[in-house]
């Protein structure tokens, strides 16, 4: 067996009680996802170069998210035709009838 010689590493941990991502309506999500997968080549080709053997290794990092949301609008006109649904139902005369009978 090989005697490895592991060094501890300093950490930093980050807690995070909530995130919410909120994307507008019409979001280009094909463009997000291009420059997100353009990040991450830079950091794999960045640790793929890895430290020299003089410098010392950054510390790693604990990020702790306990609860993440992702909000995605209904288009405008969507929200104002389902509003008007709404208001339909409250002002029809069927409407009426049935909450008169249930008094």
């Given at each position: 067996p090989t005697n490895i010689d592991l060094e501890i590493l300093p950490t930093s941990a980050v807690s995070i009680d909530y995130v919410l991502a909120c994307f507008p309506n019409k979001y280009r999500f094909g463009e997000a996802t291009d420059k997100l997968i353009s990040v991450a080549k830079f950091f794999k080709l960045l640790h793929k170069k890895g430290p020299k053997t003089s410098d010392p290794l950054p510390p790693d990092l604990h990020i702790k998210v306990q609860e993440f949301?992702?909000?995605?609008?209904?288009?405008?006109?969507?929200?104002?035709?389902?509003?008007?649904?709404?208001?339909?139902?409250?002002?029809?005369?069927?409407?009426?009838?049935?909450k008169q009978g249930a008094e």
């Open positions: 949301s992702v909000e995605l609008p209904d288009d405008p006109f969507e929200v104002k035709l389902g509003d008007n649904y709404e208001v339909l139902q409250l002002t029809s005369p069927y409407t009426r009838e049935v």
